[in-house]
């Protein structure tokens, strides 16, 4: 799956916005199905160290467009733990150091193709060495989560932890009640959430520390009208979603901004429709793909968070998807009900 | 992360034949590089000759993670090897400075001996510098170029971490300051990048640190926030910056309740004056509300208020113990600010857009909703005449922001049905 | 030398003012074939920057009282030396380039747009103009004591939103006001029904009543419009485009800035750079050549090639002042190059009643002291600026007796050394008034007093030369914009430069008006100043992207 962006670019053919838009699921399919085949662009290259995350987005995005056989299961399987290391952790691409993004991307994929178990059929350690990799990174003095061994910490591998873990139902693993104190030490005045303890609220951040108080069970711990308020207002006149006061308009903002009212239950508070419209004026209709915002070169990333955007807004057509996981509701259901 | 605002003009699908060619020859040569460096590494060459490797292939992809962290093998190999080699120089002076090594005599001293000028606690500090500082240098391009990649902002960290744990305090301190004005030129390129702002929290704290010899800097830094925000009011990361000094300064400067309020007071000029020189900018609403917040906590008294938040706002930053007659007497200065605001608008003012006019009714909505709250906490004080004259003004407010505001009638539906629920 | 007869030209152009500059500049890849010439020894014509010693010369050539010579009872009054004793330094003559019409361009403004896609901004140094400053009468010392009314301050001009939150002495109300207006006029031309019933209305009226701005408060924004008449002159038609202008400009190049001049002495630089272009394209410069004649029958000539497009006239006769005569399909020009007898020339239109004509009254001040308190840097990041604007509200200059209904602001240009125009710890006051003759000059006079003493410094010692001189020109007032005009077929006439302050976007209507006749219309309009780098590479082509 490669991260290359183009060929198509977003609104090429003029719509008007008060016209009726369509969302060109075939074109899209047939766009996501040719990432792999591009190595004769260079930005194939320079984007290998996204590969892993690249199939997770070009995955569900298949399967929320109604689509889920368009790549094929067994060697997007053997892909995936091409990029296993020993110590249990998934690099980006074969032959990338294993971090925690492609880990968590990796266990949503195997999820998604409810493939779990090969990670023990096929002598890798089981979803245990996985699960070890994942607690190994948490801070047991500060519940925050690091993305390797060199350091990082960012909200986003807390969220990583506990969606891949809960996943595998190896949330065990860790101190979930320090995960939860540390993220509550990251809300901000407006209700939102940062990268870490004292950073700037950002709808990316929001969505991961949401998502985790979610999946622990711990809502309740946020201020839903005063985020609810911080939220709504990324709606711009054009109907589209910015990430953070005074910036442009996104197409994956209308999956962070978005998911995040759904799982405070305000998603009510922007306008769905004008939404919807302008992440299809973000497709382009002949070469398929979305792009950030019309006029720009598509990617899968944009793909993926407009078609899932999409579906949170109940757009037609579309597959389920669940707002705390972004993966296919049928899947999330399978696994987590099922215990 | 993947590719944002991409306006690309040529289709790759367009390309000549020759474009093409050349393509592929730049492929060729990028994964010999990456082939060449990642052989390297695999056999354990932590060399400076690696380590040139690999800045040329960071240059040509920074956000190629794992060769970041091939640079970190290769460099805490040159410590290492700097270490190793500080003490088998052991240096030979006449002094009695004795060295604790016992297999070094005069006999062995190396021709380059020259005596140390300082401890041997950090034999290796001088090359271990340079090797840092190098890098250090080898970064500003990059971060000139990406300033919003998140692994350049990680190696510099990572960078100054090492230099806290294998340099003297002086030195360490020295670096550690010449990053906040690294940081400081990078935020005053682009204000609102947020890794600027997280690093320069990060530099603070380590120069504010015991290890360091620090003392705490919250003040300068509530100044820099003033100054950013004089630079431009729409900075919404300095007044987010702010409002978490703010709790710290307080209590450092050990506020009594009279300068608490004092503080809350100039505060409170400070965003009305910024609200009247800009009534239309978000973020000084948002600051706006974070103040109103202040004095709102919820009461003790609420019934099944949908508004109530439990934990996270129930400790005021400025002043916990506001009663609630100075809250509702604060709450009742600063809704006549806001009225003040409307004075002169007129029904049909085109120039000043609705936008605008929107964050004024709706800060007057919640502000009335809040003083209400606490005049029936004052239950001596509820007068219930002036409660049903008030429903009706934010009724009419409600109906502003339905008109000015339609994308967000869903939130105003639930502000409605707040209102009824309070004034019931 | 071959002989300037012995060639068929496409284009005479006569005089090297920045408009004819700029057409050979726009002609310099077209092919044509162009003569251009000058009847001074300089280029600029009335663009032209001054050595000392030029600067002398210009002014001893006496006045000359033709009403189409702009510039009229110029004399140059050096300051004495304070008590005899030689105190007065001497001034080194060449150190100086004393600009005639310093101008400043903004960052939105279609000559910089131009001398950017021509290529030619990279022989170009800009600085930035910084602060804008208005004096402010003081009548309270700070110990409360009344003062006299030569007393005075400078106050900043803010440059937008932050400087008004930060001013103190505005009051919430107003500012609000301030922002209000700001925020439409950024807008303006789309929502002319907030204004277009106050068009040909005074622009502080329009303030007042619209916006409710005081006229305490109005000295900023008329500041910003460089009018050069006074308040109740100035319509809202007027004052809207250039206030816009302004503030759209601002940041554009840099954080604290709208507005740039040209290194080495303004307009003149621009001039040379462009004639040297079209030397580079194959023009051929002559100075110390003007025209003596001009006559539509062709110097004994068979052929006439090249006749181009829709000029199906016949090739124009041009004598020199040496004698020589030569044929060109084209003859540009201002009236002041061009003389009036034309020939042939058709009835009705007469050259020499041009439209309400004015006279400025300038003047030109070299300062022994830098007034480093003009120049702030503009921001953070931003540069250090060479030029600096200071606005005399015309109130600010009356004497008590005198309260003059229409008394039109002064305005003054400073220069810093970095211009180049003068050795480093001196600067250039450039001072100008939209009132004639000896009433003019006193009220220079007086401001320029005024403002080295709000400074600190004292004008008797710190004034080291000084030179007086009016400029006639068309009228920025009177509305009429004219463009160019062919008098007669073959002759193109520029109208005279203009006074304003700033380069006016007009000029280069003007020039693309002649262009177009010159190439023929069915050009397309893309090609107009905009060019590709030459092939051969010289050192100051290199490109820097």
Redesign the interface.
């Known amino acids: 799956m490669s991260l290359v962006s183009g060929p198509g670019r977003g609104g090429t053919h003029a719509h008007d916005l008060h016209q009726k838009l369509d969302l060109f699921t075939d074109k899209h399919v047939t766009y996501i199905k040719s990432l792999d085949t591009r190595r004769n662009e260079l930005e194939y290259w320079l984007t290998e160290h996204l590969r892993l995350n690249g199939v997770y987005w070009g995955l569900t995005a298949l399967h929320l467009l109604g689509h889920p056989e368009a790549l094929p299961r067994d060697e997007t399987i053997d892909f995936v733990l091409s990029c296993l290391h020993e110590n249990g952790g998934f690099g980006a691409a074969p032959g990338h150091d294993p971090h925690m993004l492609y880990t968590v991307s990796a266990v949503q994929i195997l999820v998604t193709l409810d493939a779990i178990d090969e990670l023990s059929t096929r002598n890798k350690g089981g979803k245990e060495k996985v699960g070890q990799f994942i607690a190994s990174l948490q801070d047991v003095r500060t519940g925050s989560f690091c993305g390797d061994e060199w350091g990082e910490t960012d909200t986003r591998f807390l969220y990583g932890a506990l969606n891949a873990l809960s996943l595998l139902h190896l949330t065990h693993l860790i101190d979930m009640e320090k995960a939860v104190s540390h993220v509550a030490s990251c809300a901000n005045f407006d209700g939102g959430y940062g990268i870490s303890a004292g950073a700037e609220s950002h709808a990316g951040q929001i969505f991961t520390c949401v998502g985790a108080l979610a999946i622990a069970n711990r809502l309740d711990l946020v201020d839903r009208n005063k985020l609810g308020i911080w939220l709504s207002e990324r709606q711009l006149p054009n109907g589209g979603l910015n990430g953070r006061p005074e910036k442009l308009e996104d197409v994956c903002y209308s999956w962070w901004v978005a998911s995040s009212l759904a799982m405070i239950d305000r998603l009510h508070w922007i306008d769905s429709e004008k939404l919807a419209k302008f992440i299809l004026t973000c497709q382009d209709p002949s070469m398929g793909g979305l792009a950030d915002r019309p006029g720009d070169m598509v990617d899968v990333f944009h793909t993926h968070f407009g078609i899932a955007g999409l579906s949170l807004l109940q757009y037609p057509g579309l597959e389920e998807v669940d707002p705390v996981y972004c993966m296919p509701r049928k899947v999330t259901r399978r696994v987590l009900e099922h215990r | 992360m993947a590719s944002h605002g991409v306006p690309r003009t040529s289709a790759p699908t367009e390309r000549t034949p020759q474009a093409q060619a050349a393509e592929l020859q730049k492929i060729q040569e990028y994964k010999d590089l990456v082939e060449l460096v990642n052989t390297k590494i695999r056999q354990r060459e932590y060399t400076a000759d690696t380590l040139a490797l690999i800045s040329k292939l960071l240059k040509r992809n920074p956000e190629y993670y794992s060769i970041w962290n091939h640079r970190r093998l290769v460099l805490q190999q040159l410590f290492s090897d700097a270490q190793q080699a500080a003490q088998i120089k052991q240096p030979i002076t006449s002094s009695n400075d004795t060295t604790s090594h016992p297999e070094s005599t005069p006999d062995n001293a190396t021709t380059d001996a020259a005596p140390a000028t300082h401890p041997t606690q950090y034999p290796a500090s001088e090359q271990i510098e340079l090797l840092l500082i190098s890098d250090l240098h080898f970064l500003v391009p990059l971060l000139r170029e990406f300033p919003k990649c998140y692994w350049i902002w990680n190696h510099r960290q990572w960078l100054l971490q090492q230099a806290t744990h294998l340099l003297p305090v002086p030195r360490v301190r020295r670096l550690w300051q010449e990053e906040l004005g690294l940081v400081a030129k990078m935020l005053s390129m682009d204000s609102r990048n947020f890794h600027g702002w997280g690093y320069r929290r990060r530099v603070v704290a380590e120069l504010e640190s015991p290890e360091l010899q620090g003392t705490s800097m919250a003040e300068d830094e509530f100044s820099y926030t003033t100054k950013m925000i004089k630079t431009s009011l729409s900075n919404f990361s300095a007044w987010h910056y702010r409002s978490k000094l703010i709790p710290r300064l307080l209590n450092e400067r050990g506020a009594s309740r009279e300068e608490r309020r004092k503080f809350l007071d100039s505060e409170f000029n400070l965003i009305q004056n910024a609200l009247w020189t800009d009534s239309a900018d978000q973020s000084l609403w948002f600051y706006h509300a974070f103040l109103m917040s202040e004095l709102s906590t919820t009461p003790s008294t609420s019934s099944s208020s949908s508004s109530s938040s439990p934990s996270t706002s129930s400790s005021s930053a400025i002043i916990p113990d506001l009663s609630p007659t100075e809250r509702v007497a604060l709450l009742s200065r600063e809704l006549d600010n806001i009225k003040e605001m409307l004075e002169d608008e007129d029904e049909d003012d085109t120039d000043t857009a609705p936008a605008e006019r929107k964050y004024i009714y709706h800060a007057l909505v919640q502000s009335t909703l809040e003083k209400q709250k606490w005049i029936r906490a004052v239950e001596a004080h509820a007068e219930p005449k002036a409660i049903a004259d008030d429903k009706d003004e934010v009724q009419s407010w409600i109906s502003k922001l339905r008109a000015l505001d339609p994308f967000r009638m869903g939130r105003w539906d639930d502000v409605a049905r707040q209102v009824d629920d309070l004034y019931a | 030398m071959d002989s300037l007869s012995g060639t068929f030209w496409d284009v005479v152009i006569a005089g090297t003012g920045l408009q004819q500059s700029l057409l050979a500049l726009s002609l310099s890849r077209s092919g044509k074939k162009v003569l251009h010439a000058d009847k001074n020894r300089y280029y600029g014509g009335f663009e032209a920057a001054f050595t000392l010693q030029e600067a002398e010369e210009w002014l001893n050539k006496g006045d000359e009282d033709s009403p189409l010579r702009p510039f009229r009872k110029a004399s140059s009054v050096p300051q004495a030396s304070l008590d005899g004793s030689n105190k007065a330094p001497k001034l080194s003559a060449r150190a100086y380039s004393l600009a005639l019409s310093p101008q400043l361009l903004y960052a939105r403004s279609s000559l910089l747009q131009a001398l950017i896609s021509s290529k030619v901004y990279r022989q170009l140094e800009f600085l930035a103009v910084g602060s804008w400053w208005i004096y402010v009468p003081r009548d309270r010392s700070e110990t409360g004591e009344a003062l006299t009314s030569s007393h005075g301050e400078l106050k900043k001009v803010p440059n937008g ?2 400087d ?3 001013d103190d002495l505005i009051d ?2 107003s ?3 301030l ?2 207006f700001l ?2 006029v950024a807008d303006y031309e789309n ?1 002319s ?2 204004w277009s019933d106050y068009a040909s209305i005074p622009f502080s009226e329009f303030l007042r009543s619209r ?2 701005i005081s006229m305490s408060l109005q000295a900023p924004l008329l500041a910003l419009t460089l009018s050069p008449v006074s308040p109740s002159e100035t319509p809202t038609s007027f004052a809207l485009p250039r206030i816009a202008r302004h503030l759209r400009s601002m940041g554009v190049f840099g954080p604290g800035f709208g507005a740039v001049l040209p290194k080495w002495g303004g307009g003149a630089e621009i001039a040379q750079v462009a004639c040297r272009a079209c030397a580079v394209g194959g023009g051929v410069y002559v100075l110390d050549e003007g025209i003596s004649d001009v006559s539509n029958a062709p110097a004994d000539q068979g052929e006439m090639p090249g006749q181009v497009g829709s000029s199906a006239h016949h090739p124009v006769a041009v004598t020199l002042s040496s004698g020589e005569t030569v044929n060109t399909l084209w003859l540009v020009g201002s009236p002041d190059d061009i003389p009036k007898k034309s020939g042939t020339t058709r009835s009705g239109n007469e050259p020499e009643s041009p439209t309400r004509e004015e006279v400025t009254s300038k003047s030109i001040s070299i300062v022994s002291s830098p007034l480093t308190g003009l120049f702030p840097q503009t ?3 931003g540069p250090v600026p060479a030029g600096a604007v200071v606005v005399f509200p015309p109130e600010t200059l009356l004497t008590e007796e005198k309260v003059a209904e229409n008394q039109p602001p002064v305005y003054i240009m400073v220069h810093s050394s970095d211009s180049g125009e003068c050795p480093s710890g001196q600067c250039i006051l450039y001072s100008s008034v939209f009132i004639s003759g000896d009433e003019g000059q006193a009220t220079l006079d007086l401001a320029v007093n005024r403002l080295l003493s709000s400074l600190g410094e004292d004008p008797k010692s710190c004034l080291l030369w000084s030179m007086r001189y009016s400029q006639q020109g068309p009228s920025l007032h009177s509305g009429v914009v004219s463009s160019c005009e062919e008098r007669s077929p073959g002759q193109i006439f520029f109208p005279r430069s203009s006074n304003g302050l700033a380069f006016d976007d007009e000029l280069l209507n003007n020039v693309k008006c002649a262009y177009e006749k010159i190439v023929g219309s069915d050009n397309e309009d893309s090609s107009f100043m905009a060019f590709s780098d030459r092939e051969v590479p010289t050192s100051y082509m290199s490109d820097e992207e």
Do not use: T
């Open positions: 939103r932050e008004i939150f930060s919430l109300r500012k609000r006001s922002m209000k925020k439409f929502m029904e907030v916006f409710g921001a953070e990041a």
